[in-house]
């Protein structure tokens, strides 16, 4: 009886062992690679924003054109071209009827696999000028632009021989249009022009040229070195015929045969340099810890906009001795280079914040981890101003530094979420910067 009572103890202890094992061997966790996915390509995601450059409000239903892309803006005057694939120039064409034709060109560097690029622009359209100047090549005239005789005026002396586009010559009165204007030419590398004015109608040609002259700011000053620009293919290109400066008049001086746009530049040499800092991403930190693959395509991050100056304008002025009515009018064309530099908006004293989110679409496998780090370049651009005394010769160089905020660059990281991963970032997603699990 004793040893049946020790078989069945035996026995019972034995199935007890097996089942020990069997269930320590099931419950026993064998880690398997997982794989990760193959890199994505580079993307480039152009937004733009386009508003009328004599009222500051946005145009909605203006054409934008890039290549063989086209589309229009919304209500708010925005357009977006997402996840291009290629890097390089990009030429945006805007056209909207009642307004001149404005070309924006900007150039994404080539990016790395799992990286998305997002580059922002701003553009202001000019309108057409309602009405304008009829002159009648026989009699001549002035025609005065924006501001009256002390801003700029174009003179067509009597007799002139005018032909129309197609080489008619014309013999009625006709009307011009001419107005102050932005530079069409932003994002080129091209000098910069302090003043810009659209001639129309576009193609008409003039013999003699006409005069054109425009007021020098300054009472006591006036620009060391100015030329005059013609714009072409997108492109401003330097012209021959000189700019002369009038001190009885103190008007700069010059003449066009031709009706386009044309700017007048101060020529100084500048120094490009970019710089890169960090930036805020929500979804820095994306989790799936499911056993099935996951998508996520709204990445939302916090980026600067705007363009500032390293120091107030009139600081700078004042502390070289320049004050009164002439610092106020050197401090407005500075003003404008800056606008002119920025794509036509005034540079602040500090940058603004705004949130945005870029739509490019992951797909985070089962048990991954898919880290997003954000970069901002921002531009700056470095120049000494050069100015002469009126009646001297005696020079005066004001240095001065832009610097805007440019495009971002989210860059994507997927890691395994392996047992260290989970004792580290389970319940730990927010203090990545949000985001969490999928």
């Not at 013999?207 to 000053?221: E, F, G, I």
Request: net charge neutral; aromatic share 10%.
């Amino acid at each position: 009886m004793k040893a049946k009572t020790l078989f069945i103890r035996l026995r019972g202890m034995a199935l007890a062992t097996l089942l020990a094992a069997l269930f320590a061997g099931a419950c026993t966790k064998v880690d398997e690679p997982i794989p990760i996915p193959d890199p994505d390509p580079a993307t480039y995601t152009i937004k733009g924003e386009v508003y009328n450059n004599n009222t500051g409000l946005a145009i909605s239903g203006v054409a934008v054109k890039i290549g063989a892309l086209t589309g229009t803006t919304d209500n708010a005057g925005k357009f977006q071209f997402a996840n291009l694939t290629t890097a390089g120039k990009y030429t945006i064409e805007l056209t909207k009827t009642g307004f001149m034709p404005v070309t924006v060109s900007l150039e994404f560097p080539a990016g790395r696999p799992n990286e998305a690029h997002i580059f922002t622009v701003s553009a202001m359209m000019v309108p057409y000028v309602p009405g304008g100047a009829f002159i009648s090549p026989a009699t001549g005239g002035t025609l005065f632009i924006e501001g009256g005789a002390t801003d700029a005026n174009l003179v067509m002396a009597p007799n002139t021989v005018a032909k129309d586009e197609s080489g008619a010559t014309i013999k009625t009165s006709f009307q011009i249009q001419a107005v102050q204007t932005n530079d069409p030419g932003v994002g080129t590398d091209n000098n910069i022009p302090f003043k810009v004015f659209n001639f129309g109608p576009d193609g008409y040609t003039f013999s003699p040229p006409l005069q054109l002259k425009v007021d020098n700011p300054m009472t006591n000053y006036r620009f060391a070195d100015i030329a005059l620009q013609y714009f072409k293919n997108n492109a401003w290109e330097i012209q021959s015929t000189p700019v002369t400066y009038d001190p009885v008049l103190n008007d700069y001086v010059t003449s066009i045969s031709h009706f386009s746009s044309y700017g007048l530049t101060v020529n100084f040499a500048r120094i490009e340099s970019s710089s890169t800092a960090g930036i805020k991403v929500y979804d820095s930190l994306k989790i799936n810890r499911g056993l099935t693959n996951a998508t996520w395509s709204n990445w939302k991050y916090q980026k600067k906009s705007g363009w500032i100056f390293s120091e107030p304008v009139e600081t700078t002025l004042t502390n070289l001795g320049i004050t009164g009515v002439d610092k106020d009018q050197l401090a407005e064309v500075i003003n404008q280079i800056g606008r002119l530099l920025s794509g036509g908006f005034t540079p602040g004293t500090s940058f603004t914040l705004s949130d945005e989110t870029a739509v490019n679409l992951k797909n985070i496998p089962s048990m991954t981890m898919l880290f997003v780090k954000g970069d901002q370049t921002f531009l700056s651009y470095s120049f000494n101003l050069n100015v002469y005394y009126r009646n001297s010769n005696t020079k005066v160089s004001i240095p001065i530094k832009l610097t805007g905020a440019k495009n971002v660059v989210l860059s994507f990281t997927p890691e395994a979420y392996d047992n260290h991963a989970h004792g580290k970032y389970y319940n730990h997603d927010s203090g990545l910067g949000g985001g969490g699990t999928i």
